[in-house]
């Protein structure tokens, strides 16, 4: 077993402290937040924790051989650098850093010291994308011509990041592990109805060389919550529904193709294929169970995780990418290389 430190219990703390619990191969030694209402929490829920404001102190246990970090965004970089330093395997809640610099100097830091740097990326550890991953890489869906993502709500309003940054990371993530190209510039719009708060609308479309576009909505101003994404293939195509009970993922035989004229050289026919839906079998353990399992493999056997540093990485150049696109009210902007 692995001695794991949890920093952070608001909202993500508590699933992180359960599921290292709940997996019978990791001991939750240590919990710090701010706030001493939910260390008392903590320490109700599971009798034995130690309990601290201080992240130093959780960080320069020796008996500790891992971090789990889950607070905002902007202590992310000071955090999880100093628990490299100090010789602990690190999980930070995404996005990985608030600048693509600091993800990094957290990887080099990491590779220096021959440690695990791990991004919680946690749809990437769903069934449902699991699934898709699959048959995009067994060549089900053929060539992807796009990629269209919703994920809209109501609230919850971030104070230090925008709605992209809450939200569309989510959505970026999925796309940089199932996808078997990168995008390469971004083009952004979005809005602040919110006096004094980020923006809350956003509209952002990657661009790809390749024959492949890709388009994110996301919004915190929605009267319903809505987490769909299309993934469109000259084969098949998915319709996957974060909040579908059972169907999550549907497959459909349709698209079109185009048949040459001879005798109308300036016309193509259009021939339009409808074939069957199936709905595959999906893994409905917990996502986050798989993740905290996985990051306990890779410490223990020394691998590099699904969600590494430079996954976390390649999200947060687009993010910043974004971020550009979205002050100059939709300019595309060439994402900066790996």
Not at 115 to 138: N, P, Q, S, W
Not at 281 to 308: G, I, K
Not at 330 to 337: K, M, N, T
Request: proline share 5%.
């Amino acid at each position: 077993m692995i001695g794991v430190g949890v920093i952070g219990y608001g909202y993500w703390g508590p699933n992180l402290v359960r599921n290292f619990v709940e997996s019978g191969r990791a001991r939750v030694l240590w919990v710090c937040d701010l706030r001493d209402e939910r260390l008392g929490e903590a320490a109700r829920r599971h009798p034995g924790l130690k309990t601290t404001r201080d992240p130093r102190e959780l960080i320069h246990d020796p008996a500790l051989d891992a971090v789990a970090i889950a607070t905002p965004v902007s202590s992310h970089y000071p955090l999880a650098l100093e628990a490299l330093e100090a010789g602990k395997h690190v999980l930070v809640e995404k996005p990985l850093a608030a600048t693509a610099d600091d993800c990094r100097r957290l990887i080099d830091a990491a590779q220096k010291r021959r440690l695990v740097l791990m991004v919680d990326h946690t749809f990437v550890y769903t069934g449902a994308v699991r699934k898709i991953k699959l048959l995009l890489d067994e060549g089900e869906l053929g060539h992807v011509c796009y990629y269209d993502s919703v994920r809209v709500n109501l609230g919850l309003f971030q104070h230090d990041v925008n709605v992209l940054w809450d939200l569309a990371v989510h959505d970026l993530a999925i796309m940089d592990h199932v996808l078997p190209t990168l995008p390469s510039a971004v083009s952004v719009t979005g809005i602040a109805n919110v006096a004094g708060q980020p923006v809350n609308v956003a509209y952002l479309t990657c661009l790809f060389e390749t024959n492949t576009i890709a388009h994110f909505h996301v919004n915190w101003l929605a009267p319903v919550k809505v987490r769909r994404t299309l993934v469109g293939g000259d084969r098949r195509m998915i319709v996957y529904d974060d909040l579908e009970p059972d169907q999550k993922i549907k497959v459909y035989d349709k698209g079109v193709s185009l048949e040459e004229r001879p005798d109308r050289v300036y016309n193509m026919l259009v021939n339009y294929r409808t074939g069957d839906m199936w709905a595959p079998y999906l893994d409905r353990t917990e996502a986050l169970r798989h993740e905290a399992l996985h990051f306990v493999d890779c410490v223990t056997r020394h691998e590099t995780p699904l969600t590494d540093g430079e996954a976390g990485l390649r999200v947060v150049r687009i993010l910043e990418a974004a971020n550009t696109s979205l002050a100059s009210r939709g300019r595309p902007v060439a994402i900066a290389p790996a």
